[in-house]
């Protein structure tokens, strides 16, 4: 006997949107570590940027960048990969309008930036020497 199309969707297993956990913190949660990833997605809501974060306990972690306090850093911050950052969830608050927000303190490093060639020569024309105007 056939299986129906209803009986074969019951044995599949759930499709695996991603294999990165993904990071769903309750206040005081911390994700750190270095930026390995960083991607956009399209939601109800808008773009929403997406950090994959290589997190110093869970190992790669997407951080998803959609409420309004972690989606305002980004904007202002700019992570990029390679980066360091640390996040922290600090819970509900109360804004001046009375809504409630989710509260986040995110700490970033920028990777050093590799010199650009222009950077390597202007280096290499520069001399210390003390008595170049002699």
């Known amino acids: 006997m056939a299986q129906t199309l209803r009986d074969r969707l019951i044995n599949t297993p759930p499709a695996v949107i991603s294999d990165i956990p993904s990071w769903m913190p309750e206040e005081g949660d911390?994700?750190?570590?270095?930026?390995?990833?960083?991607?956009?997605k399209e939601t109800q809501y808008g773009t929403a940027?997406?950090?994959?974060?290589?997190?110093?306990e869970r190992g790669p972690t997407?951080?998803?960048?959609?409420?309004?306090?972690?989606?305002?850093?980004?904007?202002?911050?700019?992570?990029?990969?390679g980066d360091s950052v640390a996040i922290r969830y600090d819970g509900e608050g109360t804004a001046p309008t009375g809504n409630t927000i989710h509260r986040y303190?995110?700490?970033?490093?920028?990777?050093a930036q590799p010199p650009t060639p222009a950077k390597i020569e202007a280096a290499a024309k520069k001399t210390n020497d003390p008595f170049e105007d002699e």
């Open 105 to 111: 303190t995110c700490m970033l490093e920028h990777a």
């Open 49 to 56: 940027t997406s950090l994959i974060v290589d997190d110093e």
């Open 62 to 81: 997407d951080v998803f960048c959609l409420r309004y306090a972690l989606k305002a850093w980004v904007e202002k911050d700019r992570p990029a990969v």
């Open 30 to 40: 911390i994700v750190s570590g270095k930026i390995t990833a960083i991607k956009t």
